[in-house]
């Protein structure tokens, strides 16, 4: 029977050896030196630099490539219309509207949220004040009630109990 721990170190050995096949080394970007931009661009870790028309594997230790490695101006990335200074500028400025975006956006939610509770507390309050004028008009009458029944049977008068509280 086939032992189940075994079968987790099988899959990463499988998986370990199909990622090592499958990555491109430094080599294969420098083997496509003076060919066209496309071509070494086809190749995702490569750069192209336009003025020396070399490829060169990208400098992912330092996130820019350095001046000495190619001029931003003249290095291409990804795309080869475009180079990567305009790509970085671009990018930043992206970044930037999408932050500003969110804060509008969560400055307004904010805004509206709390409009409305505002519009709602002051809701409340009317149908709160609507509600007391009525128990108090209904106690004027209750009121008025027992005063005319006082009246009708004579016990208008003073409380006599009333000198004990």
């Not at 990463?12 to 060919?35: D, F």
């Not at 071509?39 to 820019?64: A, D, F, Q």
């Not at 002051?122 to 209750?142: D, G, S, V, W, Y």
């Amino acid at each position: 029977m086939l032992d189940l721990r075994i079968l987790p170190i099988a899959l990463l050995l499988i998986v370990g050896c199909v990622a090592q096949t499958s990555a491109p080394t430094k080599a294969a970007c420098t083997e496509k030196n003076g060919t066209s931009c496309e071509e070494c661009l086809s190749n995702v870790e490569c750069l192209w630099c336009i003025t020396t028309k070399t490829c060169i594997s990208y400098p992912v230790r330092t996130i820019l490539p350095p001046h000495s490695v190619c001029p931003l101006n003249d290095a291409r990335w990804g795309l080869c219309w475009m180079n990567f200074q305009t790509l970085i500028i671009t990018l930043a400025v992206l970044g930037g509207v999408i932050i500003i975006a969110l804060l509008i956006c969560l400055f307004c939610c904010c805004k509206c949220e709390n409009f409305g509770s505002k519009r709602f507390e002051a809701r409340m309050q009317r149908q709160t004040n609507k509600l007391k004028t009525k128990q108090e008009e209904r106690k004027a009458e209750m009121k008025q009630k027992h005063d005319e029944i006082r009246k009708k049977y004579g016990l208008s008068g003073q409380n006599p109990y009333s000198r004990f509280a």
